[in-house]
């Protein structure tokens, strides 16, 4: 281990905190950032706070049980792969189904019961598919920006941020 390095790690590190505390009881000068930069730092954090909202509020639609959300999301966190659940329409077009051959397929009551039973499970499997088509092309270019790019953009903030009060530290002395 360098003693050296780690010694002037830790200066610096102390630098940095003295100017920023400096900055933030108002006893020190800022150097403040181009009024651009100001504005796409705002204009990404808005962007990263909507994203949240809309992949929340997508998931919600695709899933209104909270539970089964909570548990997709733990399935999510685990890597592995969370069971298929039924469907409401799927569930209902068996019932419909069931329900109309008890009664007889050449009964009127019947007939109507079983077609309505397979509407029920083509909307089920359109619906399927749906979620499955948001997740893959809509929710996961939205994760991917809040999981990766925006990261990127705070870990370039906080260099920048480091950068600046090294600076403001240096032009004090």
Same mark, same amino acid.
């Given at each position: 281990?360098?003693?050296?390095?780690?010694?002037?790690?830790?200066?610096? !590190?102390?630098?940095r905190?003295?100017?920023? %505390?400096?900055?933030?009881?108002?006893?020190?000068?800022k150097t403040d950032l181009?009024?651009g930069? +100001?504005e796409l730092l705002?204009?990404?954090?808005?962007?990263?706070t909507? %994203?949240?909202?809309?992949?929340?509020?997508?998931?919600?639609?695709?899933?209104?049980?909270?539970?089964?959300?909570?548990?997709?999301r733990?399935?999510e966190?685990?890597?592995? $792969?969370?069971?298929? *659940?039924? *469907?409401?329409? #799927?569930v209902?077009?068996?019932?419909?189904?069931?329900?109309?051959? #008890?009664?007889? $397929?050449?009964?009127?009551?019947?007939?109507?019961l079983?077609r309505?039973? #397979?509407v029920?499970?083509? &909307?089920s499997?359109?619906?399927?598919?749906?979620?499955?088509? %948001?997740?893959?092309? !809509?929710?996961?270019?939205l994760?991917s !920006?809040? +999981?990766? #790019?925006? *990261?990127t953009?705070?870990?370039?903030?906080?260099m &920048?941020?480091?950068? *600046?009060?090294?600076? %403001?530290?240096?032009k004090a002395?």
């Amino acid at each position: 281990m360098d003693l050296t390095r780690l010694a002037a790690d830790a200066g610096q !590190f102390i630098n940095r905190a003295i100017q920023y %505390t400096g900055e933030t009881i108002g006893q020190a000068d800022k150097t403040d950032l181009g009024p651009g930069l +100001e504005e796409l730092l705002v204009l990404a954090d808005a962007t990263k706070t909507c %994203t949240d909202k809309i992949i929340s509020q997508t998931e919600v639609v695709l899933q209104p049980s909270t539970g089964a959300r909570l548990e997709d999301r733990l399935y999510e966190h685990l890597e592995w $792969s969370a069971p298929l *659940r039924p *469907r409401a329409l #799927e569930v209902l077009g068996n019932e419909m189904t069931q329900a109309g051959l #008890e009664l007889g $397929s050449n009964t009127p009551y019947g007939t109507a019961l079983l077609r309505c039973g #397979e509407v029920q499970k083509q &909307l089920s499997d359109a619906e399927r598919k749906f979620v499955q088509s %948001t997740n893959i092309h !809509f929710l996961t270019p939205l994760r991917s !920006f809040t +999981e990766g #790019e925006h *990261r990127t953009i705070q870990d370039e903030r906080r260099m &920048l941020l480091n950068k *600046r009060l090294d600076w %403001t530290s240096l032009k004090a002395d």
